[in-house]
């Protein structure tokens, strides 16, 4: 698996410390929960944006670039402030973009990501964009007949990372989430924590594997 250099991954650490700053200046009136699970999940944005993923924030509708999808409104906060420093435009004024009343209406899903794959796929795309999709554990849960798509139609360039609590919480002892996976037939990869790096050679690793794959990523 292709890792990340002390230097690379210093770096990283770098834009995510950044990210989490803008986070609590910006959404400091969301509260301390809110803060909390935001800038949680800030690694993951992060790692994508400024290392795994191919795209160029100065042509935003470039047609080679990969495309990302997240199915909760807190990873779609994250991701709008980790463009911000990306170098995207379309965010810049978070405070007014993203306000309470909006907080609870950001929102996509998997039907989203897999209809832009399918139609991508349909109109003979050659370009080998992948697709990332960026789920909490209970949004997997509800979408198991997504999965079932995915497989299916051996979307091999679709790349989904689930944030847990834990691989071993109750709600995966009970529905035994990692086995559900694995007979569904992704490979899964189990990471502990969010770091940026962490993230990034887990998405290396999935790319290689040319099949649909899934990162469980365990908030610490």
């Not at 209406?105 to 370009?127: L, M, P």
């Not at 609590?165 to 002892?173: C, P």
Request: with cysteine; charged share 25%; glycine share 4%.
């Amino acid at each position: 698996m292709k890792t990340l250099t002390k230097d690379e991954k210093d770096a990283l650490a770098l834009v995510q410390q950044d990210v989490e700053i803008t986070i609590d200046n910006v959404f400091s009136s969301f509260g301390e929960k809110a803060l909390r699970n935001l800038k949680s999940l800030s690694g993951i944005f992060t790692g994508l944006y400024f290392k795994a993923i191919n795209h160029d924030p100065k042509v935003p509708n470039w047609k080679n670039k990969d495309d990302i999808f997240s199915t909760n409104n807190y990873a779609n906060i994250v991701e709008s402030v980790v463009k911000v420093h990306a170098g995207y435009d379309e965010f810049s004024n978070l405070k007014n973009y993203i306000t309470k009343n909006t907080f609870l209406k950001v929102e996509n899903s998997f039907g989203e990501a897999i209809g832009y794959y399918t139609a991508a796929r349909d109109s003979g795309d050659k370009h080998e964009r992948f697709y990332y999709i960026v789920v909490s554990e209970l949004d997997l849960l509800n979408n198991f007949s997504a999965l079932e798509f995915i497989q299916k139609n051996n979307m091999r360039r679709v790349i989904i990372i689930a944030y847990t609590k834990s691989v071993n919480t109750e709600i995966n002892k009970e529905n035994k989430l990692n086995g559900k996976l694995i007979n569904l037939g992704f490979d899964t990869l189990v990471i502990n924590g969010l770091s940026p790096a962490s993230v990034c050679e887990a998405v290396y690793y999935a790319k290689d594997l040319k099949k649909p794959s899934i990162i469980l990523a365990n908030l610490n």
